[in-house]
């Protein structure tokens, strides 16, 4: 049985609200980045954590942190989610950082893979962005401009 971590970005969960739905169905369905286990080797995923935010000056120091919490409970393998890998400007400073600290555990980079990796990051960047579809802001409320669905207008 192989013990799966998987470490995502955080920025895509907690402000993009991404559920890893692509993470797990290839997980699940021993596909993309999951595929080169083993057939006969049931995949255990252990649990999943997050890179803690964008580092800015620190760096990759305290990304140990987070994988040290999946190795805490015996993982063979950490998956960086492809998120991460096609995304994260410090993708290659977390990557050195692990594997010269866990020199024992399996890095895999990625998770499942990309029908179109240019669309998905021009996606991404609107999403991040919001220059197409403008979005409410506190100004909008301090200036009462705020629209509102229909059953909460007052
Ligand atoms: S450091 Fe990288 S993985 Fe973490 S939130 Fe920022 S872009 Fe995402």
Request: overall charge negative; aromatic content about 8%; charged content about 25%.
């Amino acid at each position: 049985m192989a013990k799966v971590g998987i470490l995502g970005c955080d920025i895509t969960t907690r402000e993009l609200n991404c559920v890893m739905v692509g993470c797990f169905g290839n997980l699940r369905g021993r596909e993309g980045s999951f595929k080169d286990y083993p057939e006969d080797e049931p995949l255990d995923l252990v649990g999943v954590i997050h890179c803690g935010g964008c580092p800015t000056a620190v760096g990759s120091d305290r990304i140990w942190q987070k994988v040290q919490a999946l190795v805490d409970y015996g993982i063979d393998s950490l998956h960086l989610s492809s998120c991460l890998i096609q995304l994260c400007p410090f993708k290659d400073a977390f990557l050195e950082t692990i594997k010269r600290d866990y020199p024992n555990l399996k890095v895999v980079e990625g998770t499942h893979p990309f029908h179109d990796p240019d669309a998905f990051k021009a996606g991404i960047k609107e999403l991040i962005s919001q220059r197409a579809v403008k979005p409410q802001t506190m100004n909008d409320l301090v200036f009462k401009r705020m629209k509102l669905p229909p059953e909460k207008e007052v």
